[in-house]
């Protein structure tokens, strides 16, 4: 079954999942569905040791894929990294990590297609622009987009990012985010480049805020390329 957004409906053994028709569109936040502990290996909960019977069954985490009883693995959970479609059953541990995700999807998201407007230097050139900064709706791009240029980085390809902050009051005290500095690597170049962003203008409550999004974004890709 397919969708009209180029995604289509799938159902596996956790439940039913809304996929891109292309795995090459996959987000780069998801993460791929885990392996169940075989049945056959799995005698007592992972968690409290329970043994399984007629009366206590035993029950998979959709996240983790271990065997848990009933008890320890209740909760059913919103899992969006997965792109499943209702909430799912999950361990204890699992599901408190899934609700932390959940403000990134709900809010965050939103905050970084929505867009933030900053002074942008590309590279080694000493000229910078006012451009604008989004996440493309498929989550894999951020588009940056002034008057002079346009320019798409593949968030898969970033390799480090380096936050700039400032004191917030002329004394000195606490700092906060003012920009960013990331490197990346585009398709069929050997060497990473630099995309410098930096708050424009006396409003700097929606750039922070789109700068504390981004950041727990690639945080969110290197999680799941070490999963």
């Not at 795995?23 to 502990?37: I, K, Y």
């Not at 590279?123 to 791009?141: A, E, F, G, I, P």
């Amino acid at each position: 079954m397919s969708a009209p957004d180029g995604k289509k409906l799938v159902r596996s053994p956790s439940g039913l999942r809304m996929i891109p028709e292309n795995g090459a569109f996959t987000s780069p936040f998801s993460l791929a569905e885990p392996q169940w502990v075989p049945d056959k290996e799995c005698s007592r909960c992972m968690q409290c040791e329970a043994k399984f019977d007629f009366i206590t069954r035993k029950h998979h985490c959709r996240r983790c894929g271990r065997c848990f009883c009933d008890k320890c693995c209740s909760q059913k959970v919103a899992l969006e990294r997965m792109c499943f479609v209702d909430p799912v059953r999950q361990c204890s541990q699992c599901s408190q990590t899934s609700h932390r995700e959940a403000d990134f999807y709900d809010r965050q998201l939103r905050v970084l297609m929505g867009g933030g407007t900053f002074q942008v230097t590309a590279d080694s050139s000493d000229q910078s622009d006012v451009m604008t900064c989004r996440l493309s709706n498929n989550h894999r791009y951020l588009f940056v987009d002034g008057e002079r240029r346009h320019l798409e980085v593949e968030l898969s390809r970033i390799s480090s990012i380096q936050i700039l902050t400032e004191a917030s009051t002329p004394g000195g005290g606490s700092s906060r985010v003012c920009g960013m500095v990331l490197h990346y690597r585009p398709p069929g170049c050997q060497d990473n480049l630099q995309l410098r962003l930096e708050a424009n203008g006396d409003d700097r409550k929606t750039p922070s805020a789109w700068l504390h999004a981004m950041h727990k974004a690639i945080k969110f890709i290197y999680e799941s390329r070490d999963q």
